[in-house]
């Protein structure tokens, strides 16, 4: 299988990273130069409500759905320059054959928060299986796109007001409502923020200014909230759950496989964000 990696060329510490993962599992990969959130013309005209960072990230993201658009490979991976891969990556990297008939985006990332999926499992192999993804589940750091989906995505974005996680994996919008998604578990892979021995090393441009954003987007409260919206929250919660219950969903922490160990939620930071 193709696989695209995104990189910035003032990053070539990253694009070493991601050279000794690709060659630790024995798989080659095509960089795609990232959009520079510093320096690109092309962000003055994107939107107020997306940082520089998530401007570019959604950029570089659309210039890998242009290449596949245009390519002749039915489906290929796309990984941002910060990934970890977990050891069994190569396995399934390696081709394209286990994939599911009628699938256009394939999630291989966890972010270790709770995802919503089918109950129903698909085995692909080595480990693996697939669910049926509902709902949205951040993070693009690693995904597979089918050829079709990558042309139908370069063409829903022609203006663009979400950030890149949104665009792909939040059923509810229209960009992806119509797709079929799906959740590799375990994960073939996560950020290095996610990662004690990683975080430092690879810090994420776009979470350090995320927090600011989304008080600008009213999503966090500052002030915390009232007993009786914490009780409203955690009401709807429960309902939610019982009505996943009610058409064979659960909500499920995607797991990955570390140097030997199960990983089911962050050792760094992200874990408390």
């Not at 996680?165 to 799906?182: E, G, H, W």
Request: net charge positive.
């Amino acid at each position: 299988m193709r696989c695209l990696v995104i990189n910035l060329d003032r990053s070539p510490a990253r694009l070493a990273h991601m050279t000794a993962e690709f060659s630790r599992i024995g798989v080659t990969f095509d960089r795609v130069a990232a959009v520079d959130g510093l320096s690109s013309p092309e962000i003055a005209d994107m939107s107020a409500n997306l940082s520089l960072s998530e401007i570019a990230c959604f950029l570089s993201h659309k210039a890998c759905w242009q290449i596949i658009a245009k390519g002749d490979d039915a489906y290929c991976a796309i990984f941002e320059d910060d990934a970890v891969l977990t050891e069994t990556a190569g396995r399934l990297l390696a081709s394209e054959g286990w994939i599911p008939n009628g699938a256009d985006i394939i999630k291989m990332e966890t972010v270790f928060r709770k995802a919503v999926i089918a109950m129903k499992q698909v085995f692909v192999g080595h480990g693996y299986v697939l669910h049926r993804l509902h709902g949205l589940h951040s993070g693009s750091a690693g995904y597979i796109v089918s050829r079709q989906a990558a042309r139908d995505l370069v063409e829903a974005t022609q203006n663009n007001e979400l950030p890149i996680d949104d665009v792909i994996f939040n059923q509810a919008l229209a960009t992806s409502s119509s797709k079929v998604i799906y959740q590799l578990s375990p994960a073939l892979c996560t950020q290095a923020s996610y990662l004690r021995d990683k975080a430092a090393e690879f810090p994420s441009e776009i979470e350090q200014t995320r927090a600011a954003l989304q008080q600008k987007r009213k999503l966090v409260n500052p002030r915390g909230k009232a007993p009786l919206a914490k009780f409203a929250i955690e009401a709807k919660r429960v309902w939610r759950q019982i009505f996943d219950i009610c058409r064979l969903r659960r909500e499920k922490t995607i797991p990955f496989d570390y140097r030997g160990k199960r990983m089911r939620r962050a050792m760094a930071y992200a874990s408390m964000r």
